[in-house]
Every structure is written in structure tokens, then in C-alpha cells.
């Protein structure tokens, strides 16, 4: 990054377009000008500061200013002459050419040439004039210059002439031998993974252009501001910006900002992918220096894809900005670019994992090129350096490391453009999720420490069960009668108090109907919930807040059985609760968590549904070819994975302790396979995308059943348990999709509905069957089901075969 100094802000001020103010810059002390004055990044930016804002400033400063554009003056006069000799040594050789950067930007992005740092000499030749160009130079002793690694590759090796020159502190020394650098493309695509192709186009549009009496020729003025565009978008890339040509670009658009036939020739010769990239730069110009855009540039600008307007909503501010993470800021950037998942992983790879150190003997090379150390310094051994050498490379990958990581995870997520609604939803999920881990974990063991057998406990699990079916068809009719929002604020205080009278009364006839209206209340939930995410989100991103919203109540999970496991110990360690009463307070706690849940719900305002004339339960050709293929799916959820406890444990002989390590290992592969659901949703679309998980879940089944050992068994339980997981996200996608929004709380309870009585007789007939018939052959059973729950969401499915809910309300207008 071309760090400026933190008084270069007042300079930046100064030079704004729009909004120009030199209050700050007449306040700079000398001390100040000094720094400004010798920054090497910063110097070229002192040429049109003393054009625009000369009035205010120091007499010295001026003086200083003025030496350095005639020196500037007299080094461009020296290099046309030198560009004089070479355009004709190459012209002599066969070779094409065309001047790019330097002396090419004028007249639009400075007034002259003598107030544009000039330092090398930059070329573009053909594929076929290049190396015959590259032989030109070489025979009137042009050198190429050593290779350095990470250097951008758009040109062969830099060459200059030997002359016997050293630095003496002058950025703008007219002595100083310029460089040639001959390009052979105006875009590295190979380097950064974006496929912009621009040489040929620009290339035939060359035009001539007349500099004091020199004829050379140039990209047209059209193309010279797409090539000035994407070295500043290069430059953000690369983490790199400089600041004068930055101000350059921004003086460009803000002097062009009203010539209408300039920009309707732009729209017109640039094609959309192009103009987008262009789009980049002129905003990053017009954030730093305030320009003004012309109406093609403004719409361009506008029409920026959501996850380059979300870059700059993170990562945009200041470019120049040290507070954030720029080297993130350009790898993400970057990503949002390309148009390849493979290039992106390839690209993230590259820039966060460290390249391989160099070798013990390069490093003794080097070592030994730094000369001997001086005099009086403690001798330290190669290998001692060495190590130090490793220690501050580890370090310094380590710090950059997490941040970037943390930083690329944040903004990622802000291209989902998720509303505040949804994260209110989210954070009530996350309060449900963990408070009823809490409850579900350690309210058998408290109806145990009561004296109440497994017998008792099974009645009051069945209980609530049938709750749980009787509302899921309560539901719709409250969210009917009472709208969503009111529905799920009644949801969480209600289910709340419940538990917290299963845990506060004894009576076992009352326990069992608690139980009932419990399974009720919390059955509420999963009704609300589906439509609920489906009114919070869009199309584009629904899949993915299902994904989210998912993925993490699994993880909840996890979460809520260690945090419920160790509470009970935690309350009694401060004294909050003792050995008689600590599962009891626990609970209570846990209940105490999903009445928070209340809070953000009601924090939450979805738009009102219209009830004209509407069923209480939609009824449509799509809901009446979903719901058997639901049924079907949900008995084949419910025939294995109420039992794989009992399968790994009985069938596999694997350890108790071993088991819980597997599912453990389970609910974090499942998270990742339902957060990765969008992505293959978005590839293979929606119906093929779930289809297939089902197929793999299906395959996962048999393979588990035909696996006679325990080890092959501890990665195949997680990889099925994934893909029996992953469809999810894209079957609640689905539904809400083809629903209108007035119909989705009623489909949700009958989707709800038909999986707790599919599952119910499933897990009842899969017991008696694995009594009877063993494992194996019921598994392979239930994979047969999942097939055939596949085969009914292929063809009842299919996109074809079903309209979208905007094309029902259409045909329905």
C-alpha cells in the first residue's frame, strides 16, 4: 500500500473537485511540508497542488515546487528525445507501437506534460512486434533488468541504459536514465483472474497524437481512459493506489463530467463488463476527490453489482485510509471480480497461505551480500538468524492471517444483503435454539433425580409429540387470526412459561399435559418460521438465509450441549444454586433465554398480508404435489436417524464415548454441508440441487449398512448425516417460492404437519423392523424411500411443472 502521511489529508482536501477547502493546508506547520515534500509516495501530488491551491502556500514551499517542475520540465524534454531514438529504432526493426502512461496523458488528465511526474517509458507492441522491439533495444544497449518476484506482469523485464547515475535525493532529477518497459497486454489477466480482453479493440482504435512539434502514436482518448481506469482498479487490486493518478483520473472525469458525445462514444465503443470495471475506479476517484460524473458515468456507477457496492460500503471510505485492512480490501475486491469459483479459491489460497521461505543457503546468500555485521555487535550464528528469519515470517503471515480471514467472512456475508429483519430473527432463532438445548438436555435427568422411571419419561415425550401435531394445525389458524408477528411474540413468552411449570409442579397427570402444551407451543415456532424468513428475504437470497438460519441451530446445538452440561456446576460454583436444586435453576435459565427470544421478534415489522378470500390452508396443483413428496422424504428422515445412536452402539460395538465423539464431528459437518447448500442450489438449480443431495443421502445409507467394521463407519455417519441435512435449506426455499405470501404460514403448517405424522409412523414401524429384521435390511429400506422421495421431487417438481407464486398471482389478476 502507498501509505501517505497523516497530514497528507489536508493536501487531499485541498485538491477536492467539488468541494476544495485549504483550511486545513494553511495550518501545516514545516515540519509538516518537509515530510510531505520528501514522501516518495506522496511528492508527485505537490505538482498540482502548487497549480490549484499555490495562494496557500508557504513562500519556501512554492519555491521548492517550482524547481521540481523544471526539473521535471527539463527530464521530459530529455525523454522525448530519448522516445525520439527509440520509436525509430523499433519502427526500423519491423515492430508496432504505442505510447501508454507518461507524456501519453495529456492533454485531458493534466495541462501539460511538464506537470505529469515523468519517469519511465512505457510501450504496448503486438504479439508479434514485441520481441523484435525487445532486439531493437538490445542493440543500442538497452539492459533488461533483474526480474524481481511479485513485480506485475503485464511487461517483459524492464530496460535501461547504464550511465553511471546515483541517487541523490531528487524524485524528479532530470540525470535520472529512464527505464523502457515494453507491454504485451493492457489487462494482466493471467495475474489477477479477470478476463478483460481490451488489446485488440484498443488497439485498432490508436490514434496519432502531436506533443511540441513529436508525432507518436497512442491509445485513442476513449481507451486511454479505460487503461487509466483499470490501472487504478489494478492498483486497488494489488493494494497500491497511487494518489496522483488517482487525481489524474478524477481530474479527467470531472473536466469531461459535460461532454455528452464524449460519453455517449464511451457507452457505446466499451461494452458492459468493461464500463462495470471502469465503474470501480471513477468511484474510488470520485470518493477520494469528489468529481463530478457525467450521467453514462453516474448510471454506471449506480448499476455496480451488489458485492462490489458492498466492498466499498466495508472496505471503500478513504482508499488512502490506514485504519483499514487495505491488502484484504484488494483480495476481496478481487474475488468479487472473478467470474471462476476455481480462480477465486486459487486466488484466496495464494494471497493467505505463505509462499514457501527460502532456503537455508539463499538465506546464507543473502546474509552474506549485507556485508559483516558492525563493529561491537554480538556475533550470531547463521542458523540463530535463521530461525529469527522463520520466527518473524510465521509471525507477521499470523497476524495478517486472521484478521484478513475475519474481515473476507464479514464482507462475504454482506453480499447476502440480508435486512435488519432477518438478523432479528436470527438472534430469536439462536435464543430459542440455545434455551431449549438447555431444557431438552437436563429435564429428563431432573424428572429422574424425582424418582420417575424411563416409563414416565417416555409417556411425557410422547405428550408432547402429539402437541407438536396438534400445533402445527393450531398454528395456521393463529397466525391467521392473529397475523405472524403476533403469533411468534404469543410463541416464545408462552413456551417459556410452560417449561418452566414442567419444572415447577409435580403432579404427574399435570406434568404429562404440560408436556402436551409444550410440544404445542414449541411447534409454533417451526410453523413461523419458514414463512417468516420467506417474508424477510428476497428470491436472490433466500436459499441461503434458510441455509444460515439452519445451519445455525445446529451449531446451537452443539453449543447448547456444553453450555447446558456445565451450567448446573457453574450455578453451584457462585453459589446460585446447590446439588438439590442445580438442574432445576438451570432449566429455569434456559426458559429464561427463550423469553428473551421476545425482544428481538418484537423488534421485527413484516409487511401485512392481505386475507381477502383466502382458505385458511392454501389449496394449489404445487402444495398437493409437494406434500407427498415431503411424506415421503420425512419417512425415510425418520426410519435411521432416531435409531444411529442405537446402530453405532449395538450393531457396531463402537464405545458410548466414541459415539458421542461421531455425532459430535456429525453436527459440525452438517453445518458446513447446509451453509455450502446455496452453492450448489445456485449451480444445478433448486430441484436438481435437492434431488441430488437426496440421491447421495440414499447411497451414504447403503454404504453405512454394508459397512461391517467401526472405522469406515465414523466418516460414513457424517458424510450421510450431511447430505440428509443438506436438502433442507433448498425444500423450505422451495415451497416458500411457489407460495404466494398469504399462503406460506398455512403451507408451512401442513408441510409441518404431514412430517411430524410421517416420521411418527416411520420411527414406529423402523423399531419393530430393526427388531425383527435387523439393520441392514431396514436400511436398505429406507434407502429405497429416499430414492423414491427423489424420484417424486423430480418429476412432481420440476420447474416445469410448477409456477412460481408471482406467476399464479399474474395468471390469477
Keep these: 500500500m502507498y501509505e501517505l502521511p497523516a497530514n497528507a489529508k489536508a493536501v487531499i482536501q485541498a485538491l477536492n473537485f467539488s468541494s476544495p477547502s485549504a483550511s486545513d493546508l494553511r495550518k501545516l506547520a514545516s515540519a509538516d511540508w518537509t515530510l510531505l515534500l520528501t514522501h516518495h509516495h506522496f511528492i508527485r501530488l505537490t505538482i498540482p497542488l502548487r497549480q490549484t491551491c499555490g495562494e496557500h502556500l508557504p513562500e519556501w514551499v512554492r519555491l521548492r515546487i517550482d524547481r521540481h517542475i523544471a526539473d521535471n520540465a527539463a527530464r521530459l524534454e530529455k525523454l522525448k528525445a530519448r522516445y525520439s531514438e527509440i520509436a525509430d529504432v523499433i519502427r526500423d526493426a519491423g515492430a508496432e507501437h504505442m505510447v501508454i502512461k507518461g507524456f501519453a496523458q495529456w492533454p485531458d488528465f493534466t495541462d501539460h506534460p511538464c506537470f505529469h511526474a515523468q519517469s519511465d517509458i512505457d510501450l504496448y507492441c503486438p504479439a508479434d512486434s514485441i520481441l523484435k522491439a525487445q532486439e531493437a533495444l538490445l542493440a543500442i544497449?538497452?539492459?533488461?533488468?533483474?526480474?524481481?518476484?511479485?513485480?506485475?506482469?503485464?511487461?517483459?523485464?524492464?530496460?535501461?541504459?547504464?550511465?553511471g547515475w546515483y541517487w541523490k535525493g531528487n524524485f524528479f532529477d532530470p540525470e535520472m536514465p529512464p527505464s523502457v518497459e515494453l507491454h504485451h497486454c493492457l489487462w494482466d489477466r493471467k495475474s489477477h483472474r479477470i478476463d478483460l480482453r481490451v488489446e485488440d479493440q484498443f488497439w485498432a482504435r490508436r490514434a496519432e497524437r502531436s506533443l511540441d512539434g513529436m508525432v507518436f502514436p497512442a491509445l485513442?482518448?476513449?481507451d486511454n481512459l479505460g487503461h487509466s481506469a483499470l490501472q487504478v482498479l489494478r492498483d486497488c487490486i494489488i493494494d497500491a493506489v497511487a494518489p496522483e493518478r488517482l487525481y489524474e483520473l478524477a481530474r479527467f472525469l470531472h473536466l469531461r463530467?459535460?461532454?455528452?458525445?464524449?460519453?455517449?462514444?464511451?457507452s457505446v465503443l466499451h461494452d458492459d463488463r468493461l464500463r462495470g470495471m471502469e465503474a470501480i475506479a471513477f468511484r474510488v476517484a470520485s470518493d477520494v476527490f469528489d468529481c463530478q460524473f457525467g450521467d453514462p458515468v453516474a448510471q454506471a456507477v449506480r448499476e455496480l453489482p451488489l458485492a462490489v457496492q458492498k466492498w466499498f460500503e466495508r472496505f471503500g471510505g478513504s482508499i488512502f485510509d490506514r485504519g483499514l485492512d487495505r491488502a484484504a480490501a484488494g483480495l476481496w475486491l478481487q474475488t468479487a471480480l472473478i467470474e471462476s469459483a476455481r480462480d477465486r479459491r486459487a486466488v484466496v489460497f495464494e494471497r493467505l497461505v505463505p509462499s514457501r521461505p527460502v532456503s537455508l543457503k539463499a538465506f546464507e546468500n543473502r546474509d552474506k551480500a549485507l556485508g559483516p555485521p558492525?563493529?561491537?555487535?554480538?556475533?550470531?550464528?547463521?542458523?540463530?538468524?535463521?530461525?529469527?528469519?522463520?520466527?518473524?515470517?510465521?509471525?507477521?503471515?499470523?497476524?495478517?492471517?486472521?484478521?484478513?480471514?475475519w474481515n473476507g467472512a464479514r464482507y462475504w456475508l454482506s453480499t447476502k444483503n440480508l435486512s435488519g429483519g432477518y438478523w432479528n430473527l436470527f438472534g430469536a432463532s439462536f435464543l430459542f435454539a440455545l434455551g431449549m438445548f438447555v431444557f431438552f438436555l437436563l429435564y429428563n435427568l431432573y424428572l429422574l433425580d424425582l424418582g420417575l422411571r424411563e416409563q414416565f419419561i417416555g409417556l411425557v415425550t410422547g405428550?408432547?409429540?402429539?402437541?407438536?401435531?396438534?400445533?402445527?394445525?393450531?398454528?395456521?389458524?393463529?397466525?391467521?387470526?392473529?397475523?405472524l408477528r403476533r403469533m411468534l411474540l404469543l410463541c416464545f413468552p408462552l413456551l417459556a412459561a410452560v417449561c418452566a411449570l414442567r419444572v415447577t409442579m409435580t403432579g404427574v397427570a399435570l406434568l404429562v399435559g404440560l408436556a402436551l402444551v409444550g410440544g404445542a407451543c414449541a411447534s409454533l415456532w417451526g410453523v413461523g418460521l419458514s414463512p417468516a424468513v420467506a417474508q424477510l428475504t428476497t428470491s436472490e437470497n433466500r436459499s441461503f438465509a434458510f441455509s444460515l438460519i439452519l445451519a445455525a441451530g445446529i451449531a446451537t446445538g452443539t453449543l447448547g450441549g456444553f453450555f447446558g452440561g456445565h451450567l448446573p456446576g457453574w450455578l453451584s460454583a457462585v453459589s446460585l444454586a446447590n446439588a438439590n436444586n442445580a438442574k432445576q435453576i438451570a432449566i429455569l435459565f434456559g426458559c429464561g433465554l427463550v423469553a428473551l427470544g421476545t425482544w428481538p421478534i418484537s423488534r421485527i415489522r413484516f409487511i401485512p398480508i392481505s386475507h381477502h378470500n383466502r382458505a385458511l390452508y392454501p389449496r394449489n396443483p404445487f402444495l398437493l404435489r409437494f406434500l407427498p413428496a415431503m411424506a415421503a422424504w420425512s419417512f425415510f428422515t425418520g426410519a435411521f436417524s432416531p435409531f444411529a445412536n442405537a446402530y453405532l452402539s449395538q450393531h457396531l460395538h463402537i464405545a458410548t464415548e466414541h459415539v458421542g465423539t461421531i455425532f459430535s464431528v456429525s453436527q459440525l459437518v452438517q453445518m458446513l454441508a447446509v451453509l455450502a447448500a446455496p452453492l450448489l442450489f445456485r449451480r444445478f438449480g433448486l430441484i436438481n440441487g435437492i434431488v441430488s443431495t437426496q440421491i447421495a443421502a440414499a447411497i451414504g445409507l447403503v454404504a453405512l449398512a454394508v459397512t461391517p467394521a467401526s472405522a469406515p463407519a465414523t466418516i460414513l455417519f457424517p458424510v450421510f448425516s450431511a447430505f440428509q441435512w443438506m436438502s433442507e435449506p433448498g425444500i423450505f426455499t422451495l415451497l416458500m417460492d411457489r407460495m404466494l405470501p398469504e399462503e406460506r404460514t398455512?403451507?408451512?403448517?401442513?408441510?409441518?404437519?404431514?412430517?411430524?405424522l410421517s416420521q411418527a409412523i416411520s420411527e414406529a414401524l423402523s423399531g419393530a423392523g430393526y427388531l425383527h429384521f435387523g439393520y441392514p435390511v431396514v436400511m436398505f429400506v429406507s434407502a429405497g424411500l429416499a430414492l423414491f422421495a427423489a424420484m417424486l421431487f423430480r418429476t412432481l417438481l420440476h420447474e416445469a411443472s410448477a409456477p412460481t407464486a408471482a406467476g399464479r398471482r399474474e395468471f390469477a389478476a
Design 141 to 163: 544497449a538497452y539492459v533488461p533488468e533483474e526480474v524481481k518476484k511479485g513485480v506485475n506482469a503485464d511487461h517483459l523485464p524492464a530496460m535501461s541504459r547504464a550511465n
Design 220 to 222: 485513442a482518448m476513449v
Design 257 to 266: 463530467s459535460n461532454d455528452e458525445a464524449f460519453w455517449r462514444a464511451w
Design 374 to 405: 558492525s563493529a561491537g555487535a554480538r556475533p550470531v550464528t547463521l542458523r540463530e538468524k535463521y530461525r529469527r528469519y522463520l520466527a518473524l515470517r510465521v509471525r507477521a503471515r499470523g497476524l495478517s492471517f486472521f484478521p484478513t480471514l
Design 463 to 483: 405428550a408432547a409429540s402429539v402437541g407438536a401435531v396438534v400445533g402445527t394445525i393450531l398454528g395456521g389458524v393463529l397466525a391467521d387470526r392473529m397475523g
Design 746 to 756: 398455512g403451507a408451512s403448517a401442513l408441510m409441518f404437519l404431514v412430517i411430524s
